[in-house]
Nanobody
Framework: QVQLVESGGGFVQTGGSLRLSCAAS????????MGWFRQAPGKEREIVAT????????YYADSVKGRFTISRDNAKDTVYLQMLTLKPEDTAVYYC??????????????????WGRGTQVTVSA
């Protein structure tokens, strides 16, 4: 089992920034691909950004490219999502996820088997 706890969500105005963190425990963190997903009210959960176990490969949804950056610190068992130039359409619950995906499959949502409880991000217009 991998336990994931997100933090860093909050309320921000359009154009603002937030940094989400996800602390992992329970298994060897560096064995897992990590990802950030989000779900807005009335919408399905969607992939935001993912990173390979080593941190060398990243994937971003088109909607966040150039604004969001995913990173991980394998020494601290933590993955981050730096979000810049936030827009109202970024409003959602953001979930951290982990899965045993190789770097070639980090963009496949089905690869992620462990999930955090989520953190709310609200961007006002």
């Amino acid at each position: 089992q991998v336990q994931l706890v997100e933090s860093g969500g909050g309320f921000v105005q359009t154009g603002g920034s937030l940094r989400l963190s996800c602390a992992a425990s329970g298994r060897t963190f560096s064995n897992y691909a990590m990802g950030w997903f989000r779900q807005a009210p009335g919408k399905e959960r969607e992939i935001v950004a993912t990173v390979s176990p080593s941190g060398a490969t990243e994937y971003y949804a088109d909607s966040v490219k150039g604004r969001f950056t995913i990173s991980r610190d394998n020494a601290k068992d933590t993955v981050y999502l730096q979000m810049l130039t936030l827009k109202p359409e970024d409003t959602a619950v953001y979930y951290c996820a982990a899965g045993p995906a190789p770097y070639t499959r980090i963009h496949f949502p089905d690869e992620y088997t462990y999930w955090g409880r989520g953190t709310q991000v609200t961007v006002s217009a």
